[in-house]
């Protein structure tokens, strides 16, 4: 089956460090991925999303991710945490277009 | 921008009631798909609807129903609700293009408590 990891159920970081957030997805066939953030009491929202186009994809509030083929990664990064960047996200994959594969989430927290 | 509305932010009904959640896209969206969000397990899809009056089964579709009478409105049915289906419930909608690249965007979804 079809499915996506996200390693950490929680992560932690400082105000000003490195956010990195991990997605394995299993395989063989690259699938599309995507990033979504959920901030409290509210829905999913589109961080960002690979489409084939290039590896490095550069989403919204300076989130960027990089499709790894090899790795069969799709982390998500950004060079400096703020603090209204903490939230939930989730990594989803999709093959056919109808259905999406969510990961469980990493919750983000950003420590002033 | 697309806008996907659901009928309640936060609900509170009791064992054994009729649910109706309830929920409207404004993009013409073929696609439209129920979740139910749960800590440690993330998204779990229940429902989907691809067109008008047509619906496929989710990972979890026990308990619940779904009615698409207009292509703008997906519902989410739980016939006799029970305190298991206590949960946040998100819908999404998405465009079928014809590619695998169609993003699904979700409403703030509804909180249900089932007493």
């Known amino acids: 089956a079809q499915s996506v990891t996200q390693l950490g159920s929680h992560v932690s970081v400082s105000e000003g460090a490195l956010v990195l957030l991990r997605c394995n997805y299993s395989s063989s066939v690259p699938p599309y991925l995507f990033w979504y953030v959920q901030y409290p009491n509210q829905g999913l929202q589109l961080l960002l999303k690979?489409?084939?186009?290039?590896?490095l994809v550069k989403g919204i509030n300076g989130f960027e991710a990089e499709f790894k083929k090899s790795e069969t990664s799709f982390h998500l990064t950004k060079p400096s945490a703020h603090m209204s960047d903490a939230a939930e996200y989730f990594c989803a994959v999709s093959y056919t277009g109808n259905q999406f594969y969510f990961g469980t989430g990493t919750s983000l927290t950003v420590i002033p | 921008d697309v806008k996907v509305t659901q009928s309640s932010r936060y609900l509170v009904k009791r064992t054994g009631e009729k649910v109706f959640l309830e929920c409207v896209q404004d993009?013409?969206?073929?696609?439209m798909f129920w979740y139910r969000q749960d800590p440690g397990l993330g998204l779990r899809l229940i429902y989907f609807?691809?067109?008008?009056?047509?619906?496929e089964k989710g990972d979890i579709p026990e308990g619940y129903s779904v009615s698409r009478e207009k292509k703008e409105r997906f519902s989410l049915i739980l016939e006799s609700a029970s305190t298991n289906q206590t949960s946040m419930y998100l819908c999404a909608s998405s465009s079928n293009s014809g590619t695998s690249t169609d993003t699904q965007y979700f409403g703030p979804g509804t909180r249900l408590t089932v007493l």
């Open positions: 609807s691809y067109d008008v009056k047509m619906k």
């Open positions: 690979y489409t084939s186009a290039a590896t």
């Open positions: 993009m013409d969206h073929e696609n």
